[in-house]
């Protein structure tokens, strides 16, 4: 069974920093890319961050980029996410999926992890 | 930049009746396109993916359509479960760059 486990949300003060981690099981991890996708209280999805299966590739949001790191280790079947410079825009749950680039689409959500941004 | 727009953005339907979400690229990218359901206080999960193909699990009432820049997701016959919040999704320039809808609300009239 795919499963996505988020973790390393919290509460942090703006201009704080925070990494998020998402743990792989069920398939061969280093098969797949990989997405970060965050949801405001009360708002729709928003892509925040790829990554391919090597981690060569990366791509950001402009809303995020120059602030956030998205990278992976293969041997331990996790994906990560560096934030850094966080403001309440930033405050959301996030969510990492699973990319099928074949069919562009993400087949497999976690349950998300909750970001904070607030003094 | 990709914007896709949903309409209408709330839907208020009884179970049984029919439901028509719509969603409008405002280019065309790419000829795939993805639905996803959130029910509340869940994750979102994949419904239709390549326009119209159902995700696993996903029952039949589910069908997805369209070309270009306008997809349609229909619900045959709306069951209680079906009450949720559905996104559109599309690649944009890069692969693994996504964008998603708005969202549709469907709730109970």
């Known amino acids: 069974e795919v499963q996505l486990v988020e973790s390393g949300g919290g509460l942090v003060q703006p201009g704080g920093s925070l990494r998020l981690s998402c743990a792989a099981s069920?398939?061969?991890?280093?098969?797949?890319?990989m997405n970060w996708v965050r949801q405001a209280p009360g708002k729709g999805l928003e892509w925040v961050s790829y990554i391919s299966s090597s981690g060569s590739t990366v791509h950001y949001a402009d809303s995020v980029k120059g602030r956030f790191t998205i990278s992976r280790d293969n041997a331990k079947n996790s994906l990560s996410l560096q934030m850094n410079s966080l403001s309440a825009e930033d405050t959301a749950l996030y969510y990492c999926a699973r990319y099928l680039r074949n069919l562009e689409s993400l087949d497999y959500w976690g349950q998300g992890t909750l970001v904070t941004v607030s003094s | 930049e990709l914007v896709l727009t949903q309409s209408p953005a709330t839907l208020s339907l009884s179970p049984g009746e029919r439901a028509t979400l719509s969603c409008r690229a405002s280019q065309s990218v790419s000829s795939y396109f993805a639905w996803y359901q959130q029910r509340r206080g869940q994750a979102p999960r994949l419904l239709i993916y390549d326009v119209s193909k159902r995700a696993t699990g996903i029952p039949a009432r589910f069908s997805g359509s369209g070309s270009g820049t306008d997809f349609t997701l229909t619900i045959s016959s709306l069951e209680p479960e079906d009450f949720a919040v559905y996104y559109c999704q599309q690649r944009s320039n890069w692969p693994g760059q996504l964008t998603f809808g708005g969202g549709t609300k469907v709730e109970i009239k």
């Open positions: 069920g398939f061969t991890f280093n098969d797949y890319e």
